[in-house]
């Protein structure tokens, strides 16, 4: 059986024969130049890709001369790959050799594994040519992996990283992490949680640090480190850790120079500072700014960034948490360090399962802002539940900001072509975890892939992804493929309509699963579940218009447009922007109380179509993927229902209606 460890690099033999026979013209030898270590790996893939493809070990030779039928890695300096060239490659068939070119060893083996590809995927090499260049420079997982081996919500078993056998030790398990990231394109790990331990900065674990990034830098991937910015204190021992204070500015410095020591190529520093409790800069007074730049100043000798997040909020029930980012970050623009990136979530809240893109995007021309989209399911069924994400990234991507007219997308300000950066990131909360399949449920792994392959090109589309992935890890067969894409492109629409239809908010407190829209006591007067959704005896929903928090105002006059009205704002955001009546009469016809009725019920039945398109694909897959899968959606039907009711008994006691008698749940 598959056991999911392989994830998309499966090196199936090509069984199509005058397809065989095409790729078996080319292989009479491979030839390199460069001695590199990412030289190395990209040569060892293509070796172990070709022999497990098509059956046949084929050698290295260096001096080829006139040689035709073999392939050739070409690290050319004049390669020419538009925007971004030293990550680009170009694949392309020239006097009878395949050649894979690039000005960089990563860019070859970014080459051969989209060459691996194509041969996986069983298509012709006849007319080959294909370049490609990626389109976001720092393309990189967040782990939020703690020192004690626990992931912060994560669903597939424990941490990928045994710090207390490193440094002596090193899990195999690392490479095949590094090498399952470069075949994406992913060029950048942050190893341990944004709600980081000081110990990561003590000289114990930087040298466990370094002994995982000798192998990341194998596969072209940079290694960082989640830094707690009360670090001078509490380990350093200084009396403060005041950003403006020159001992505490020296100690980062110092800190940084001995990382430097042992990691040469250390890729930054992320920051969550002033946010959910974590220490920050403003604990003496100083901004965001002050904070991020002490750091920068400590990675001015180095080719290193200071990663700054964005992601605040205040201990306020009468704030409007969706405002808070932009009210304590615009100001700063212009203010921060060139090696600084402020990473932004994806929406203004925390990673629900649809938002409305932050409005911080845009509205800082003088700062690049990455994005940072969430793998690990959250707020999405955890590992029970099948929701394939691609569809969450790109609607964020392809929102329009407005800010330089029509056109002016999400995915234009990340990359930087908006306001002409190019220190631009995609980070992405990793799903990964020691499970033996890495992600729990099967179906996450295309997360993790949808993911790294936008990261590298955000302009593919979710369904040539999807469809990408299930033929490279599910199954090669056409007519089995396709329930699969389907069940894929509809699960998250299908999650929302159960969990948060119409644009109902609720991060659920505790664990971020039960369905406890009741949920009225958290540790902080914000963390209460009503105070996201507004239920109450007139209606549900969150005013952001001016007559409620006017949040809207911080978007465009274009998109408030589009959200300002109750009557016109489409129905997936209506409750995002409007406290809507229970009897309001939505464009459906139906009155808010019986849309949501009908998007509860519908959704939740639509988990047994899910089910009905596995099983259609039931005879192309392996017994124990197909087994494994059709389990968790027994579990994710009977959770939907669960969901459902909770929601619906529980919206009852605002709403005080009754399902309708005649009301029959379309099937
Ligand atoms: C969410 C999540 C936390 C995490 C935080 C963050 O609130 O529940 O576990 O620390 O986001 O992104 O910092």
Known sequence: GDD??????????VTDSSIKA????YLSFISKSGNGEVMQSALRELQTGLKSLLGKNVNVKNAVGNKSGGIILRLDPSTDTAKLPEEGYRIQLSAGNIVISSKSESGILYG???????????????????ASSPKVRYRMLNHWDNPDGTIERG?????????????ERVDPRYQDYARANASLG????????????????SQEYIVK????????????????????????KTLGGLPSSDPLDPKVRAWWKEKVALIYKEIPDFGGFLVKANSEGEPGPQDYGRTHADGANMLAEAFQPYDGIVIWRAFVYKADANADRFKAAYEEFVPLDGKFDPKVILQVKNGPIDFQPREPFSPLFGNMPKTPLGVEFQLTQEYLGFATHAVYEAPIFKETLESDTYVNGAGSTVAKVIDGSLHGHSRTLMAGVANTGSDRNWTGHPLAQANWYAFGRLSWDHQLTSDQIATEWAGLTLTRNQKAMEPIVKLMLKSREIYVGYNTPLGLSRPWMGVHFAPEPWQSRGSRPDWTA????????????????????????QYRPEVQQQWNNPDKTPLPYLLWFHHVAWNKELSTGRTLWQELLTRFYTCANSVVWMQQQWDLAKPSLDPQVYTDVAARLKVQHREAIWWRDAWVLYLQTFARQLI????????
């Open 530 to 553: 009503v105070y996201y959704h507004r239920a109450d005896s007139v209606g549900l929903g969150f005013d952001r218009t001016v007559s409620g928090s006017n949040a809207l105002a």
């Open 660 to 667: 309708p008698k005649d009301f029959e749940p379309p099937k």
């Open 112 to 130: 051969t594994f989209a060459l691996l590809r194509h041969m996986q995927m069983q298509l012709s090499v006849k007319t080959l040519n294909l």
């Open 4 to 13: 999911g460890y392989e994830l998309w690099l499966k090196y199936k033999p």
């Open 186 to 201: 992913i060029n950048g790990t942050v190893l341990n949680n944004v709600n980081a331990s000081a110990r990561f900065m």
């Open 155 to 167: 669903y597939a078993g424990s941490s990928l990283w045994k710090w207390y056998e490193l440094p």
């Open 22 to 25: 095409e790729y078996l013209r």
């Open 209 to 232: 640090v370094a002994a995982v990034a000798s192998v990341m830098r194998k596969y072209g991937i940079r290694t960082y480190l989640s830094v707690y910015f009360a670090a001078p």
